[in-house]
């Protein structure tokens, strides 16, 4: 089964950046979309950013939209996040992920079965 490898989380303050990274083991992976969902403690997993093959779609959930951007690189076979004006309420462990279905996107990781290890941010104020 494809592994997918995260890194780029780390501790930053309010107002900074951090990029997180997503290297898929196989090059012939194609899931329908790719993307990050983050779970913070106490609370359900939620959606993040999500992207199809290609570049050519994207989706964010609304607390994160203006402020992140989720990108590709194909010849990599990996997917980024680039996170800015970052807020305490940004603190959460972050996962990549492929799935087949917005759907499971919307409902935090559905069906999804394929995930990172994930990776911890840590927003200070």
């Given at each position: 089964?494809?592994?997918?490898?995260?890194?780029?989380?780390?501790?930053?303050?309010a107002?900074?950046?951090?990029?997180?990274?997503?290297?898929a083991?196989?090059y012939?992976?194609s899931?329908n979309?790719?993307g990050w969902?983050?779970?913070?403690?106490?609370?359900?997993?939620?959606?993040v950013a999500?992207i199809?093959p290609?570049?050519?779609?994207t989706r964010?959930?609304d607390?994160?939209?203006?402020?992140?951007?989720?990108?590709?690189?194909n010849?990599?076979?990996?997917?980024y996040?680039q996170?800015?004006s970052?807020?305490?309420?940004?603190?959460?462990?972050?996962?990549c992920?492929a799935?087949?279905?917005?759907?499971?996107?919307?409902r935090?990781?559905?069906?999804?079965?394929?995930?990172?290890?994930?990776?911890?941010?840590?927003?200070s104020?």
């Amino acid at each position: 089964q494809v592994q997918l490898v995260e890194s780029g989380g780390g501790s930053v303050q309010a107002g900074g950046s951090l990029r997180l990274s997503c290297a898929a083991s196989e090059y012939t992976y194609s899931p329908n979309y790719m993307g990050w969902f983050r779970q913070a403690p106490g609370k359900e997993r939620e959606g993040v950013a999500a992207i199809l093959p290609g570049g050519s779609s994207t989706r964010y959930a609304d607390s994160v939209k203006g402020r992140f951007t989720i990108s590709q690189d194909n010849a990599k076979n990996t997917v980024y996040l680039q996170m800015n004006s970052l807020k305490p309420e940004d603190t959460a462990m972050y996962y990549c992920a492929a799935f087949n279905s917005i759907l499971d996107f919307l409902r935090g990781g559905g069906s999804t079965s394929v995930w990172g290890q994930g990776t911890q941010v840590t927003v200070s104020s």
